[in-house]
């Protein structure tokens, strides 16, 4: 099998106050409404990134904010680069990788919209440690290290939010190695599949379904392991009667 093909609903799955996929802002990444400033308001006080924050503060950021769009596939910013600028993303969704020392590709996590990206090298000026891909058809709103550093000196809120932000991203990373690190690869690649799912299955008869267009070697690069590795896990779980494939797409069976 070539491909696989998973899909992410739009929203961070840790965060369900993340902008609809239905606003303006997502559906219309050009936007064209007459008050673009206005819009960007709205999406920043949707997110908990922001919470707090005031109409001023928001419209800071927003007036700051510069649109970028990239297509399925494109490098947003790579591992090494120095790190000037972060980006929240309105629509589509992102991969977060590094290059191992084998050279082989290892995809730390995967955010969609309302998550933000790249923040971690404005604060330490550092080069990137990671780099980060389109998925699919994506829209950001990026922000210049001036502009945040200078929204964090003028709003407490905004420091407290991104600390939390990213205490909770650093809490979560670690409590998933260490209970990564004890299973097999059948297992991470069924509980990651199963995370999927959560996040934005489509119930079809007898279980759950996942659709976004990704390689084998992508799967794998998301869990850890190798193409050959990933295609044996799934035989097993095939047999376990956990997964089915339907023309190239992953079910998770209800059992």
Known sequence: ????????????????????????????????????????????????????????????????????????????????????????????????????????????????????VGEMALFEDLPRSASVEALEPTSTLELNQDVLLHGLARSAS???????????????????????????VADRLFLRLQRLAEWSGRPVADGVRIALPMTQQELAALVGTSRESINRALSGLRRQGKVRLDNGWIVLLDK
């Open 158 to 184: 905004l420091a407290r939010s991104l600390l939390r932000a990213l205490s909770s991203r650093l809490r979560h990373m670690t409590e998933e190695a260490e209970g990564l690190a004890s299973m097999t």
């Open 1 to 116: 099998m070539n491909e696989i093909r998973l899909q992410w609903r739009y929203g961070n799955p840790t965060d369900r106050r993340a902008y609809s996929a239905h606003s303006p802002l997502i559906t219309n990444p050009m936007m064209t409404t007459i008050d673009p400033i206005a819009e960007r308001v709205n999406f920043f006080h949707s997110l908990r990134l922001f919470e707090g924050l005031n109409s001023e503060e928001l419209g800071f950021l927003a007036s700051e904010a510069k649109l970028r769009s990239y297509e399925s596939g494109a490098i947003i910013f790579h591992e090494g680069e120095p790190g000037t600028t972060c980006h929240i993303i309105t629509r589509g969704k992102v991969r977060v990788f590094v290059i191992g020392e084998d050279g082989r590709e290892l995809s730390v996590s995967i955010f969609g919209p309302g998550e933000i």
